[in-house]
């Protein structure tokens, strides 16, 4: 049996290489400048920038998850993100509360 050469491979013509990727990819004029800095935030200035980065583990009922999904599906964003809009207007009307609990226990730490 001759051995198979890929020498001429039609398939190549459809695939680019790395370099040409990357060509294109210099070529272009991208304007993202939102990286971070290592500048010190103030609380309030801090909140504006803080990233989502802990988790919780909910447990819900299957009827109160499929009413979520349906409304995020028709808000087009995610279950995700309809969750923390809805505790994050939750946390600011009871931003009383949050005040309160600082002066109580702040004293404590």
Do not use: C, G, W
């Not at 040409?20 to 993202?32: P, R």
């Not at 971070?36 to 980065?53: F, G, I, L, P, V």
């Not at 109160?64 to 809805?86: F, P, R, W």
Request: proline share 2%; charged share 30%; net charge neutral.
């Amino acid at each position: 049996m001759a051995k198979k050469s890929f020498k001429y491979n039609p398939a190549l013509q459809f695939i680019s290489s790395a370099d040409d990727a990357h060509n294109e990819k210099s070529e272009e004029q991208t304007h993202n400048t939102d990286y971070t800095d290592n500048k010190q935030y103030t609380d309030n200035e801090y909140n504006k920038h803080e990233r989502k980065s802990k988790r919780l583990n909910l447990l819900l009922k299957p009827s109160i998850l499929a009413n979520l999904n349906k409304i995020a599906y028709m808000k087009q964003t995610s279950v995700n993100d309809l969750i923390n809009s809805v505790l994050n207007d939750y946390s600011e009307r009871e931003k009383e509360t949050v005040s309160m609990y600082d002066k109580i226990f702040a004293e404590k730490l």
